[in-house]
């Protein structure tokens, strides 16, 4: 009798402690579709530049910025994907969007990105990009947002306490979430920011950006940055 009871015991702890198992593994898997009660699940990733359009390039390497640009386009898109969530890339190829490089060609460029966003109709807009600025010596990610876009700004703010934390491992002074007067981010009403990755005008950025594990690491952060904006982590 007590033997039985015994047993009895140790089959109900063991189910108690498979349960709460169970339910830390839960708690640890990443969010999946739904989770945010949002039934679009739609992320437009931009890797910006391409083609005849390198954008910024590096001081110590030469490394172009639209090739940096898709690279990191690809990785946050691989975490994003992950996650549950359904992502299009602006581009996939090192070639920009205009056709051939005639006069007018960047206009034509964006416009056809804009044209992707619309027929996309995302929950939000990514776009990649790497900076670089006179004093050699700044570093750190930065991402921009819309004037009037409340939500993009609650977007940029998450990317940003992200991107800090990143390289605050590093040493750097944390930069602010800004707002910038650019294209990308006024092609639809739903959150969209530039993420500036780093400084290619900094050496040590520039080294950084060019490796696999910090470009997954900044894929980490920009994805972590998303989710935790959608389940209203930062306001
Ligand atoms: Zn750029």
């Given amino acids: 009798m007590k033997k039985s009871f015994f047993a009895f015991s140790m089959a109900v702890l063991v189910g108690f402690i498979a349960a709460v198992t169970l339910c830390v593994q839960a708690l640890n898997t990443p969010q999946t579709v739904g989770a945010f009660g949002e039934e679009n699940m739609r992320i437009v990733v931009d890797a910006g530049h391409g ?7 590096g001081k110590t390497t030469g490394v172009k910025e639209s090739d940096l640009n898709l690279a990191i386009a690809y990785r946050v898109s691989d975490v994003l994907t992950d ?7 602006t ?20 416009q056809r990105r804009k044209e992707i966003i619309e027929s996309v109709d995302p929950m939000l807009v990514l776009s990649i990009h790497q900076n670089r600025y006179p004093a050699r010596s700044v570093r750190g990610g930065q991402v921009f947002y819309a004037r009037e876009s409340e939500r993009g700004k609650a977007l940029a703010l998450s990317v940003q306490a ?8 590093e040493k750097v002074k944390e930069r602010k979430a800004t707002v910038g007067d650019y294209f990308i981010l006024n092609c639809a009403d739903c959150p969209s920011v530039i993420v500036e990755c780093g400084f290619l ?18 894929a980490e952060s920009i994805a972590t940055g998303v989710v935790n904006y959608l389940s209203g982590a930062v306001a």
């Fill in 51 to 57: 083609g005849a359009d390198g954008g910024v390039s």
């Fill in 162 to 169: 992200e991107l800090n934390e990143l390289y605050g491992k």
């Fill in 201 to 218: 005008s900094n050496p040590l950025d520039e080294k950084l950006l060019t490796t696999e594990i910090w470009q997954k690491k900044l």
């Fill in 83 to 89: 996650m549950g969530f359904e992502i299009t890339m």
């Fill in 91 to 110: 581009r996939k190829t090192e070639a920009g969007l205009y056709g051939t490089a005639t006069k007018g060609f960047k206009k034509r460029d964006m």
